[in-house]
């Protein structure tokens, strides 16, 4: 008999052969840089920015900011945050266009709550 991997889905258990799980686990690395590859140098300098400032702040990042302190035009970085709104749902702006939802953390409240060594607490997105 095969190997088997148990799948939790919501409330059931799926049984999967061990080398069908390992062959979708090889192919996510290709998978990832697939989607990734719209990213650019900006694109990525923005998001982790964006990470970083949701938890060192603990409130929404206003675009300006971000457009001042990576020294980008603020045109271009609102054209990166469409992109990664919409794209691949990396982040997620409120109804005052700042991010307040930057995968994997958020300021918006969630029953997740993550605290870091440093000290610093935020939400799990």
Not at 6 to 29: D, M
Not at 46 to 72: D, M, S, Y
């Amino acid at each position: 008999m095969d190997d088997i991997i148990f799948l939790g889905r919501e409330q059931n258990l799926l049984k999967v052969p061990l080398s069908t799980w390992k062959q979708h686990i090889a192919q996510i690395p290709e998978h990832e840089n697939t989607r990734l590859r719209f990213m650019t140098e900006a694109h990525h300098l923005v998001r982790n920015f964006v990470v970083k400032e949701l938890v060192i702040k603990g409130q929404p990042v206003e675009p300006i900011t971000i457009a001042q302190t990576q020294h980008l035009p603020l045109d271009k970085v609102n054209s990166i945050l469409d992109e990664l709104e919409s794209k691949l749902f990396f982040l997620v702006r409120n109804s005052h266009g700042a991010v307040s939802w930057a995968y994997p953390v958020t300021v918006e409240s969630t029953p997740h709550r993550l605290t870091f060594k440093s000290g610093e607490q935020v939400y799990a997105a």
